[in-house]
């Protein structure tokens, strides 16, 4: 079935956590993504710091289908988009923005999330067609008060933090207005058990925060 664009980012923001992985085998990712997806936590990131990505990508799709919504992280050229999205990534990150990483995504209609550091380049970013902005890396010096600063002059802007999300402080994310976080280490380290707990407390304090508990 085709995932359409829409489809892909209200997966995304329902969900609201999203796995970054870096792996250097399809054995390591099927077990956090058991761990995850146990968890509840059903979207994930595949950086492209490593030369296997997209065997990754197309590993993890073949094993867990709709079950897990993939993507492809560290994307800072159109090449390298291409490459991702025919391994079967269903969404592009990026540390920067990329004017032909974004009209490539548009073209194929693959939701691209770059990092911005700046309000004129989020603002540029979301004229060229950016699905999300990925506050990067100024959300883990920043914190997150960060998101309702840059909601207050633009509320409508879809906001992803990368950096800087623990256990302790997700909720506060939250309350600021962020649509999705990215979780690196409690979602990648340790036992595929280990990583299932962590998943698990942090869907439940999204949860908890969006009915209001």
């Known amino acids: 079935m085709i995932m359409y664009k829409v489809d892909i980012l209200n997966r995304i923001v329902t969900t609201g956590i999203m796995a ?34 997209g065997e990754i990508i197309r590993a993890l799709n073949q094993k867990y289908g709709d079950k897990l919504l993939i993507g492809a992280g560290t994307v800072l050229d159109s090449e390298t988009a291409r490459m991702a999205i025919l391994a079967g990534a269903k969404f592009i990150i990026a540390p920067n923005y990329d004017d032909s990483v974004c009209k490539l995504c548009n073209r194929y209609q693959v939701p691209y999330a770059p990092g911005c550091t700046s309000v004129t380049e989020m603002v ?24 309702s600063t840059l909601k207050t002059p633009i509320p409508y802007m879809p906001i992803m933090a990368s950096g800087g999300v623990t256990i302790d402080n997700i909720k506060e994310w939250f309350t600021n207005g962020v649509d999705c976080v990215g979780v690196g280490g409690l979602l990648t380290k340790g036992s595929t058990v280990e990583i299932a707990e962590n998943a698990a407390v942090l869907s439940q304090k999204v949860k908890e925060f969006r009915s209001g508990e």
Do not use: W
């Open 20 to 53: 970054i992985v870096r792996v250097e085998s399809a054995e390591r990712a099927y077990k956090i993504a058991d761990g995850c997806i146990q968890g509840g936590v059903d979207v994930m990131e595949i950086s492209y710091t490593l030369p296997n990505a």
């Open 124 to 147: 540029h970013a979301m004229e060229a067609g950016a699905s999300l902005i990925k506050a990067f890396p100024i959300s883990n010096f920043y914190g997150p008060k960060l998101v």
